[in-house]
């Protein structure tokens, strides 16, 4: 027989919807803030001459500099006032995290609970601050240094006003992000990146289609592309929903003079624990060094130049890099956001445990090789869905927009937000019956 909770969730539907007043205020708030973020976008910055700028960007176009201005919705494009997008602050964590595992302070706080994550957020939005300034700092000297008329009027104030701009362009959607956690749908930091990416979308499909008409990219091509397109949407649904759910059993216990049977129910483990966020980090970090030899237009130093050369999109050096980044954060994060040694105390205070494993560190140890084995197959994953795309992007000329990247984010991000907004009308459906129970109850 099905439980309960199986039933109501089966039985969601819009008209719930309708009468979740908490729930269309989140999903209003959440819709508000994005359009927002959207409107920032094509806010241009103070003192660039946006013709002269546009040439220059189509000339550099591609590479990292192209993932970035996906990432951030068009605003380096437009060199708006969010070109920087929310990248500082993903770099920021990821430094504040790496940090944790080295630094006793940090592990102190991290143990301390909310208070002490807190704090450990305080000290990433202030380093965001610093990553953002110097990053603002180096597009400026960028610009400035880019000829053909892109800075109406190069110097110290040009450059400080630069900094202000896109540091506070940051910094808002920093505040952005998280207002939206806290009081939309979702999380507020996906769902920026997510937004800009489904907001260049349109752009990047007639794109591909007019290259189509003209001829520059056959029609087999095309109906590839949207076959790979299909093929890598089902196949990340698949493995985001993959589980490895490890029995657990719990003993026989009396209350009173009542002999209660022993239960048995499954610790899931998700074969992806990470999300989204290894891709994310891997070309957050790729774009730090390569976005100013970018604008640097071959006047920077030769290992930018270097660099700027062996991280292009198809290139040897960068594929090799961007999954390793990708393998190494996919264990990081999962070991960051799931603990072994604290989930087997929890079963041993409850009285559950693995059958043939012995409670405590045993069972700490097992549940480690078996995350452990299935992150493998999770990081596999993730380096194939994000890199088979990026040789249709080199050898093809598929858009960005159509990388395995982009499309783990859309999807990964629009299943979470389904997630929370099915969750919220199960809570709401459960409190409808509760009211109903108290008022037969009166009634009687």
């Known amino acids: 027989m099905a439980s309960a909770a199986e039933q109501l969730a089966a039985n969601l539907n819009f008209s719930a919807l309708a009468k979740a007043e ?4 989140r999903i209003w708030f959440t819709l508000g803030a994005l ?27 591609g590479g990292i500099l192209g993932l970035f201005n996906m990432f951030s919705g068009g605003a380096v494009e437009r060199m708006a006032i969010f070109a920087l997008n929310i990248m500082p602050y993903i770099s920021a964590s990821i430094i504040l995290q790496l940090l944790t595992t080295v630094s006793p302070t940090l592990e102190a706080l991290k143990k301390e609970g909310e208070q002490g994550r807190k704090v450990i957020n305080q000290y ?10 110097l990053q603002a700092y180096g597009i400026a000297v960028g610009l400035e240094g880019g000829g053909g008329g892109i800075v109406s009027e190069p110097g110290m104030f040009f450059r400080l ?39 260049e979308l349109p752009a990047a499909l ?8 003209t001829g520059a990219v056959s029609t087999g091509l095309i109906l590839l592309i949207i076959v790979v397109a299909i093929a890598a949407i089902t196949f990340i649904v698949f493995m985001e929903r993959a589980q490895r759910r490890l029995l657990i059993q719990y003993p026989k216990r009396q209350v009173g003079n009542k002999l209660f049977e022993g239960q048995t129910s499954h610790l899931p483990l998700k074969l992806n624990s990470s999300g989204v966020i290894p891709p994310i980090f891997a ?30 999109h198809g290139r040897p050096g960068f594929m090799v890099l961007y999954a390793l980044l990708i393998i190494f954060f996919a264990f990081f994060y999962t070991a960051i956001v799931f603990n072994p040694v604290e989930t087997a105390d ?31 197959v999770g990081a596999a994953y993730l380096v194939i869905v994000c890199l088979l795309p990026e040789f249709m992007v080199a050898y093809a000329g598929v858009p960005f927009y159509f990388g395995g990247t982009s499309l783990l984010i859309v999807v990964s991000v629009t299943m979470d937000t389904v997630a929370q907004v099915q969750g919220y009308l199960l809570a709401h459906q459960y409190e409808g019956l509760i009211k109903k129970s108290k008022l037969r109850g009166a009634r009687r």
């Open 283 to 312: 070309s957050s970090l790729l774009l730090v060094p390569t976005t100013i030899a970018q604008f640097l237009a071959g006047s920077g130093p030769e290992w930018l130049q270097y660099m700027t050369t062996i991280l292009g």
């Open 161 to 199: 006003s630069t900094v202000i701009t896109l540091t506070g362009g940051t910094v808002f959607l920093m505040w952005l992000g998280e207002q939206i956690t806290a009081r939309g749908i979702g999380n507020g930091i996906s769902l920026i990146i997510f937004a800009g990416i489904v907001a």
């Open 22 to 25: 908490d729930l269309k205020k």
């Open 206 to 213: 007639a794109g591909l289609l007019d290259l189509g008409r």
């Open 35 to 61: 359009l927002v973020y959207r409107l920032g976008t094509y806010i241009p910055m103070p003192g660039i001459d946006p013709t002269a700028f546009t040439n220059a960007f189509n000339q550099a176009r």
């Open 124 to 133: 990433t939005r202030y380093l965001t601050v610093v990553l953002a300034a």
């Open 346 to 376: 929890n079963l041993k205070k409850h009285g559950g445990f693995i059958p043939g494993i012995r409670p405590g560190e045993n069972t700490a140890k097992h549940i480690d090789y078996v995350l452990t084995r299935i992150t493998v």
